[in-house]
C-alpha cells in the first residue's frame, strides 16, 4: 500500500501546474520548493514528504504535518487549497493545521525546538540546491 501511495503521489509532485511557487527556487524545475521539503524531511525524519500525506493520527506524524503546512502557508505564501492537494486533505484541514502548529509552537518547547530545527534545514536545503554549481554544456 505504501509503495502505490507512493508512486500515486511521485506523479503529483511531477505535476507542478497547480503550484504556486511564489518564493524563488532552483532554475532546475526538477528541485522545487516539493523537492527541497521531502529532502529535508528526510534529512530530519528519515521519511519523504509522501510518508505525511497518508491518513495517520500519530503525534509525532501529525506534528511534523502541522509544522511543513504551516511552513508552506506562512514562509512560501502558498494557498490553503494548493496545500490542500498536496496533502490530499480540505483547504480547512489546513486552515486548522495552521491554528494548530501555531498554538503548539508557543505552548510547547520541545514541538518549538522540533519547529525551529525542521525549518532550519529546509532552508539549508534550499541553499544547497541554489548554490550547486550548474554543468555547462558545449
Known amino acids: 500500500l505504501l509503495k502505490e501511495i507512493e508512486t500515486e ?19 532546475n524545475s526538477s528541485d522545487s520548493w516539493l523537492n527541497i521539503i521531502s529532502e529535508s524531511l528526510v ?11 497518508v491518513p495517520n493520527r500519530k503525534r ?3 506534528n511534523i504535518r502541522f509544522m ?24 480547512t484541514s489546513v486552515i486548522n493545521a495552521v ?3 501555531t498554538y503548539q509552537y508557543c505552548k510547547d518547547p520541545i514541538y518549538k525546538s522540533d519547529a525551529d ?5 529546509f532552508l539549508k536545503t534550499r541553499k544547497e540546491k541554489v548554490e550547486e554549481p550548474q554543468l555547462e554544456t558545449a
Open 9 to 27: 503521489w511521485l506523479k503529483l509532485m511531477s505535476a507542478e501546474d497547480f503550484l504556486d511557487e511564489s518564493v524563488a527556487v532552483p532554475n
Open 43 to 53: 534529512k530530519f525524519t528519515n521519511e519523504p514528504l509522501y510518508f505525511y500525506v
Open 60 to 62: 509525532e506524524v501529525k
Open 68 to 91: 511543513v503546512m504551516w511552513f508552506m502557508r506562512k514562509r512560501l505564501a502558498w494557498s490553503y487549497p494548493t496545500i490542500a492537494k498536496i496533502f490530499e486533505k480540505d483547504h
Open 99 to 101: 491554528r494548530k502548529h
Open 117 to 121: 530545527n525542521l525549518y532550519t534545514i
